[in-house]
């Protein structure tokens, strides 16, 4: 979990898995359908989703609540996922905790994704000093760990769900303005940016519609990938105790109150991990497969 | 023809910076374009032809020299200035579907320049739009709502005219605006270019490495090499008698023109010395077959070798 | 030269800029520092004497920039502070606690290779094979695992389920070896988990190069056995990009054992990190925050240097 760019680079050497065609024209075939497991993955979000929006419509069991009945009880038709130790129903913590998870974790990449677009926008189509300045601004960020920037940040500023989504953004900036300034500077060469300046467009105009519409595509297809990091992030602090305090409660928060019962009823940390581990697989399948429709080859990063 | 002079250009010069070091990819272009005139500039790829058309249209500033359009100074406006200017100003590119953005449709390419001069009539801009897909052989009902990878290159490059054309400009740079096209659209799109010519009442600054090409469509042509103009004349003297070498030289690389073959001595041998290290002297020395001493020690001046007729040449051929 | 100039250049602003930023996350603080520092003291509300002392101490009545300066010139001959809870020097705490972080990292940076170089080399030699795919597809999954997660996994498998090994503490070396050890392999084994599957894949793909080269097809018909070519031949010139990427390893690896030591209760800088998060104190935090960014700088730059050494081509291309 280093940094987003060293993660997406990761994800970069699996793309065989997407793809097994052994010829060109198999391969082209594939290459256009997204397959089996990419609608899995999209079905499992989906459901999240819905389960974490359905949240406003549909009353849950109260996740705060204690059932001294049914301390670590094993599920049943009052619980559908059991309870933990404290007699709170763990099916409404999971959902509760993906409401807040995706809150943090989809509000962020969107927030690093508009400074990164700017950030690389400008880099890729004036170069020169405005380049420069930005490379010096991400290699800034770059310099410190991530995670330890951000515990310092939450543990002063507190820990809130602003703080959190800032952070969590914060970090995802430097990965979005390669990604933009890689594409920028592949269309900037293109000819109709050319035309649009014999036209007399203005630099801010070929930013927004000519190169904007270009670039946002493979950005967004990325975007996936850096939530899949930004989920894992975001249950990292949370685990730590830095993350948003209880009683809300989050997977992350939820898989480090199980640890102390790993001995007896070791699915109180089991269960919400199962539902992390795949959220994350189901994000990094679908924005792989994403990634490939519309991957430029631009390693001049 | 001599309706007067439309474009001034007067030794301008265009350096770039590669790699730590200076080089210019043109240097002291002189040349004057009149109204309802087309100029031809041909040379093979990388003489700088390009950059001369788009120094012209001032992407980016000349580094030394003056463009005159219109009578106006161009070198030295500000980017404001610089728009009033640019609608009668047009470019064309070599490379029609790069010159498309792919992710808007069609009528807001060719409305752009009208949007961009400040034009918010909707109805007009839709009037003008249509008006000038139709003049470019474009049905705009089966268009206006289409992307370009929808069309073969030559309509793209139809498309590229309507967008250059929807400002009624009295100039466009034509760069290479065949070359990306098939033999048989290339003759199409010529013609196009004709007829817009005459309809609109254009000058046309007609840039390509295709004598054949630049033949049937100019005026007056100009010969580049390595940066530099080597000889300047009416379309027909140069092609029947070429004063430079290497216009002679360019002369022997083309079948055969008309019914007459010339006499030009060998084709053109040799490689393309780097512009980043050009010859000292006549920079086509390297190349030339009759180059002496005094080509290495001295640089031939553009001159008259007759009215309308300028080489940069110490011994230009002189036939007849 | 140019290239190590300019890399040294480059660590000037970015040394400024890091250890601005650890000092200034004090003033993020909400409210007055000094009372934030002395609230947290579990002893009577503190006296007005007291606070002066203490704004003196932490030179409060100077302008941000002196007291960075200052700051900054203390930090420089060792000197972070000392917390307000534990009274301990900053620096002494990072002391007792560097060694064993250190330990932890190297455990797990060990394991990582021997678990990656034969899955690389096998998954190389047999490419596309079921095994190939198996890994491959395994160590995708395994990319979807957080540490926090993968560790708890681990301590429930093999601590209680299995009960093979100890799933939480620290002992010390001079207790003997192997207590010492034992207590490690858990942890180290859960930061390994994570790095596997990125250093394996580097591997596969450069032993896929290598193995078509002409010297290993001499070396087969040599009769050479397949293990020997593989181990002996095909390893070394396959394995630069894996050692750069082994370097570039140290985020992870922060990341990892800040999670892992308070997952394990290990004494190391990060359970100091977390555990002065918990006591908020505030002084400790910024030191071990300021330490740890400078080292990752450090090694970073380290890195890149090396790096530069061994490929003369990097340095040209910057």
Known sequence: MADTSQLLGNLRMFWFLGRRGSTASERIKKKRKFGVIFWLAASWISIMLVATISTNFITFPDPLSQDYNALSAPWSMDHLLGTDHLGRDMFSRIVFGAATSFKIAFTSPFIGMAIGLCLGLSAGYFRGRVDSAVSIF????????????????????????????????????????????????????????????????????????????NVIVPVAAYSLLIMSFTIALEGTLSFLGVGLPPPDPTWGQMISDGVEELEEDAFISMVPSFFMFMTILALNLMGDRMRQFTDVKASSA | MNNGTLL????????????????????????????????????????????????????????????????????GLTHNEMRQIRQRLQIIFQDPVSSLNPRRRVKDIVAEPLIIAGNKDAADIDRKVREVLNAVG????????????????????????????????????????????????????????????????????????????????????????LGKFCELADSERIYEAPAHPYTAGLMATIPEIGDKAIDSGPALAGEIPSPLNPPSGCRFRTRCPQAQEKCTAEEPAFRDIDPGHQVACHFPLLGE | ????????????????????????????????????????????????????????????????????????????????????????????????????????????????????????IISGYRANSAFDRSVSAGAFGMLAIPVFIAGTMLIWIFAIILGWLPSSGHTAMSEGVWRNLEKFILPAFTIA???????????????????????????????????????????????????????????NLITGSIVVETLFSIPGVGQLLINSVDNRDEIMVQGVITFVALVYVGVNLAVDLMYAVLDPRVARRT
Request: charged share 20%; with cysteine.
């Open chain 2, 8 to 75: 001034e250009v007067n030794d301008i010069t265009v350096e770039y910076v590669t790699q730590g070091q200076r080089f210019a990819a043109i240097s002291d272009v002189t040349l004057d374009i009149a109204e309802g005139e087309t100029l031809g500039l041909v040379g093979e790829s990388g003489c700088g032809k390009s950059t001369t058309g788009r120094a012209i249209i001032q992407l980016p500033t000349p580094t030394a020299g003056h463009v005159k359009f219109e009578g106006q100074e161009l070198t």
């Open chain 1, 138 to 213: 991400i290699d800034s960020i770059l310099a410190f760990p991530n995670i330890v920037l951000a515990i310092a940040i939450l543990f002063y500023a507190g820990a809130n769900i602003f703080n959190l989504v800032m952070v969590i953004a914060f970090y995802t900036i430097p990965q979005f303005t390669r990604i933009s300034r890689a594409n920028t500077m592949l269309y900037a060469q293109r000819e109709f940016v050319v035309a649009a300046r014999a036209q007399g467009a203005s630099h801010l105009r070929i930013l927004l519609r000519e190169l904007l519409p």
């Open chain 3, 1 to 120: 030269m140019q290239y190590f100039r300019l890399k040294l250049l480059h660590l000037v602003p970015v040394f400024f800029l890091v250890t601005f930023a650890s000092f200034m996350v004090l003033n993020l603080l909400p409210g007055d520092l000094v009372d934030a520092i002395l609230l947290d003291e579990e002893s009577a509300p503190p006296t007005e004497e007291d606070r002066q002392a203490l704004a003196k101490e932490l030179n409060l009545d100077k302008p941000v920039i002196v007291r960075y300066a200052i700051w900054l010139g203390n930090m420089l001959t060792g000197d972070l502070g000392r917390s307000y809870v534990t009274a301990q020097p900053v620096t002494e705490a990072l002391g007792q606690r560097i060694p064993i972080s250190l330990e932890l990292m190297l455990m797990a940076q060990i394991l990582a290779v021997l678990i990656s170089v034969p899955l690389g």
């Open chain 2, 138 to 225: 474009m049905d705009p009902d089966i268009t206006l709502d289409r992307r370009p990878h929808q069309f073969s290159g030559g309509q793209c490059q139809r498309i590229c005219i309507a967008r250059a054309l929807i400002m009624e400009p009295k100039l466009i740079v034509c760069d290479e605006p065949v070359s990306a096209l098939d033999v048989s659209v290339q003759a199409q799109i010529l013609n196009l270019l004709e007829d817009m010519k005459e309809r609109y009442g254009l000058t046309l600054l007609f840039i390509s490495h295709d004598l054949a090409v630049v033949k049937n469509i100019s005026d007056r042509v100009a010969v580049m090499y």
């Open chain 3, 193 to 251: 988990l994570v790095e596997v599957p990125v250093l394996m894949r580097v591997l596969r793909t450069d032993i896929i190069t290598t193995l078509q080269e002409d010297f290993i097809a001499l070396a087969k018909s040599k009769g050479m056995t397949t293990s020997y070519i593989l181990f002996h031949h095909a390893l070394r010139p396959s394995s630069f990009s894996y050692v750069t990427l082994l370097g570039l390893q140290l985020g």
